[in-house]
């Protein structure tokens, strides 16, 4: 599967953003998918994942209540809905997937993907 993600740009502290992640090459409802974020001098860390079907996700806490996973697997899309956004939100943001297994704590772990897409930049504005 390859992955597209897109939605990035710049908005003001307290403001939103959707971002996608579109798949291509093989059936998205196949795969578990994750996003996570990258700042500058910064690791990588997770912020969300969610199941094959949607009924499940999980979430890294500095985002819980805030962020919102979702996917349409007819249009082979995950989307991260981003709501009062903060400036430590600001990070390139990428979608990974994995074909096997079942969302868990695991899914919080980058080495879990298999499939990475090029990142998507947000910047926040204080």
């Known amino acids: 599967v390859q992955l597209q993600a897109s939605g990035g740009g710049l908005v003001q502290d307290g403001g939103s953003l959707r971002l996608s992640c579109a798949a291509s090459g093989s059936t998205l409802s196949l795969y578990i998918v994750g996003w996570f974020r990258q700042a500058p001098g910064k690791e990588r860390e997770f912020v969300a994942a969610?199941?094959?079907?949607?009924?499940?996700?999980f979430y890294a806490d500095s985002v819980k209540g805030r962020f919102t996973i979702s996917r349409d697997n007819a249009k082979s899309t995950v989307y991260l809905q981003m709501n009062s956004l903060i400036p430590e939100d600001a990070a390139v943001y990428f979608c990974?997937?994995?074909?096997?297994?079942?969302?868990?704590?695991?899914?919080?772990?980058?080495?879990?993907?298999?499939?990475w897409g090029q990142g998507t930049l947000v910047t926040v504005s204080s």
């Open positions: 990974a997937a994995r074909l096997w297994g079942s969302l868990g704590s695991g899914s919080t772990s980058q080495s879990w993907y298999y499939h």
């Open positions: 969610i199941n094959r079907n949607g009924d499940s996700t």
